[in-house]
């Protein structure tokens, strides 16, 4: 009992450091966004997210090693084997060194006849979009070397440090902005030229944190054959559910850049950074968690476990709902005074983005918990296949049914919470979780909450032209709003009444502190 107490501490205090980052790197990053949008202008917005897309597309590589790199460092973390841990680091640094050179070697081969021959990118801009798209492989192998540090990092729950870096690296990235207004050379390389040189800082300044905290970090770097091998066979599963993830987010990316132009890339990549925004706040939370999901499968504390499911999933649900919902009820105005200049499709994108996002809490969480398992053969296989349906789906949508944008972001969301159902189903076997224990502790109070979301837009009147003192009211009222059907219908009994004793102590602690 003392231990756990001891870990949800650890987690409170891991969750308050991320979201200390989190406010920050939010506010500037939203703040740059308008900026590089009118400096770019809306065309240069939107290469700049296709070709970079490209890269990311080639990431998903990148991806399945990250997640198996940092599920062994945390297992083995967990059962305090310190000689297995600086074996695990050392072939998950050379795993990665390997990587990086298969990406530069795809980037340049098959990515760059891609960008060449299947973009629909303006001619004049062609040289600018190369620009772009060298300099996003550059960065993305700035990254996945240093994938081993940041797994390190999270293993060792030192989420603080993320915190630090993070603000150094959003302060550096608003420099850039600011400096780009004045540079008279072409601004969408030069930026993309900064954005890259910022992010071998970061990769520097990781570097240099874990070789003088963590000593598995200074460990030389060996094959170790039977590691490589458990490895390769976890990574080569979750290559499927990482290529899934990209084809259903950069793929769709693609689509639009085929049949629509950059003009509705830009309007994505806004509604794309909305929803990274917002799911900035739960993801924080989540991954304060998730270390404490896999420590407590490798002990087999599966009760303690299944109770951080539960309230990783529900609460990181209502966390999201109280943010989306006066976002989804004042979008109008709110992209008006943040961007000034709107692309055209943007509303609706942002609107359809944060529902999916609504899923995303539930998904970590039963992701993280099938990671812990290491038995994720036919999780991944299906997963991955229901999501990758999302391209070929479309695709045959746009070709010959000539369907909107929206509608393009429409089939995204439908295979999602389909994707959703095949989660559940595979994933509570594994940890003997009860479809009807999840189904009474996440899901009901969950759909309860529908359809007091919904009311709101059938009642009121949409909110189209607003000051921001307005902006602020509405907005306000949407979240008092959310905060108590939550209390009313989202939440049991037990939560409610904790709920009020916390509050009562505060009120009293505080009054008496004043007396």
Request: proline share 3%; aromatic share 12%; charged share 10%.
């Amino acid at each position: 009992m003392t231990d756990n107490l001891s870990n949800n501490k650890r987690i409170a205090i891991n969750t308050l450091m991320l979201y200390i980052r989190m406010f920050l790197v939010m506010a500037i990053s939203l703040y740059t966004s308008r900026i590089i949008l009118n400096t770019l202008g809306v065309e240069d917005f939107g290469i700049y997210n296709v070709v970079g897309g490209v890269i990311t597309m080639l990431g998903f590589l990148s991806s399945s090693l990250s997640g198996a790199g940092s599920r062994f460092i945390t297992y083995a973390l967990g059962k305090g084997d310190k000689e297995e841990l600086g074996q695990v680091y050392a072939t998950v640094t050379i795993i990665h060194y390997l990587l990086a050179g298969i990406i530069v070697l795809l980037g340049e081969t098959v990515g760059l006849w891609f960008v060449y021959n299947k973009l629909i990118i303006p001619v004049v801009r062609m040289e600018a979009a190369l620009w772009v798209y060298h300099c996003s492989i550059l960065t993305m192998v700035i990254a996945i070397i240093s994938t081993p540090y940041n797994a390190l990092i999270i293993a060792h729950e030192k989420m603080n440090i993320f915190a630090y870096i993070s603000v150094v690296e959003i302060v550096l990235k608003l420099a850039i902005v600011f400096v780009l207004v004045y540079i008279p050379y072409d601004k969408l390389i030069t930026y993309s030229i900064f954005l890259m040189l910022v992010q071998l800082l970061v990769r520097i300044a990781y570097n240099i944190y874990c070789r003088k905290s963590f000593q598995e970090s200074k460990v030389e770097l060996k094959w170790y054959p039977k590691l490589i091998k458990e490895m390769s066979v976890y990574a080569g599963w979750t290559i499927n559910g990482n290529l899934a993830a990209v084809g259903y987010t950069q793929g769709i990316n693609i689509l639009l850049n085929l049949f629509f132009g950059p003009i509705v890339n830009a309007a994505r990549g806004i509604a794309v950074q909305v929803q990274a925004a917002v799911m900035t706040f739960v993801s924080n939370f989540q991954t304060a968690v998730r270390p404490q999901i896999v420590k407590s499968y490798a002990l087999y504390e599966l009760k303690y476990m299944h109770s951080l499911i539960v309230r990783s999933s529900k609460f990181g649900y209502y966390l999201v709902l109280i943010l989306a919902f006066p976002i989804i009820l004042c979008i109008e105005p709110i992209l008006k005074l943040w961007l000034g200049i709107v692309p055209e499709h943007t509303n609706i994108f942002v609107v359809i983005m944060l529902i999916s996002g609504l899923i995303e809490p539930m998904k970590v969480a039963l992701i993280n918990a099938i990671h812990a398992t290491g038995n994720i053969k036919k999780f991944q296989l299906y997963e991955g296949s229901a999501l990758l349906t999302v391209i070929p789906i479309s695709y045959v949508l746009l070709k010959f049914f000539s369907i909107s944008p929206e509608m393009v972001i429409c089939v995204y969301l439908i295979i999602q919470l389909l994707t959703q159902c095949i989660r559940v189903y595979i994933v509570l076997p594994k940890i003997s979780m009860t479809y009807r224990y999840y189904f009474i502790n996440v899901l009901k109070p969950v759909l309860f909450t529908i359809p007091f979301s919904i009311i709101p837009f059938f009642v009121l009147p949409s909110v189209i032209e607003a000051s921001l003192e307005k902006l602020v009211l509405y907005m306000t009222i949407g979240v008092i709003y959310i905060l108590i059907c939550i209390f009313m219908v989202g939440i049991n009994q037990y939560e409610r009444k904790s709920i009020f004793v916390l509050v009562t102590s505060r009120f009293k602690n505080s009054l008496y502190n004043k007396l």
